[in-house]
Nanobody, 119 residues
């Protein structure tokens, strides 16, 4: 079983920066996909923000490319999202996610942390 705890959300002005962290307890492998998703107010869908496998293979939503950076520390089982040049449209609850590609595939979510960007 994997438990995920996010931290680092808050209120920031447009153009500012925030750093989100997610600590995972339980068994995490380098082969597991770790990432961040977000759900904007009034939107029922969670959208991908960024994911990382191992230490080098990253994937970003087009809307955050060049502004957000995802990284992970495999020794500490943490994944971090550095967000810069924040925009009001980045306002959302950000969720940490882990996917284990075993059989069966297992997916875990954190409870989320709110990021609010004021204009």
């Amino acid at each position: 079983q994997v438990q995920l705890v996010e931290s680092g959300g808050g209120l920031v002005q447009a153009g500012g920066s925030l750093r989100l962290s997610c600590a995972a307890s339980g068994s995490i492998s380098r082969a597991d996909n770790m990432g961040w998703y977000r759900q904007a107010p009034g939107n029922q869908r969670r959208e991908l923000v960024a994911t990382i496998i191992g230490g080098a293979y990253t994937n970003y939503a087009d809307s955050v490319k060049g502004r957000f950076t995802i990284s992970r520390d495999n020794a500490k089982n943490t994944v971090t999202l550095q967000m810069t040049s924040l925009k009001p449209e980045d306002t959302a609850v950000y969720y940490c996610n882990v996917v284990k590609f075993n059989s069966p595939r297992m997916e875990y979510w954190g409870k989320g942390t709110l990021v609010t960007v004021s204009s």
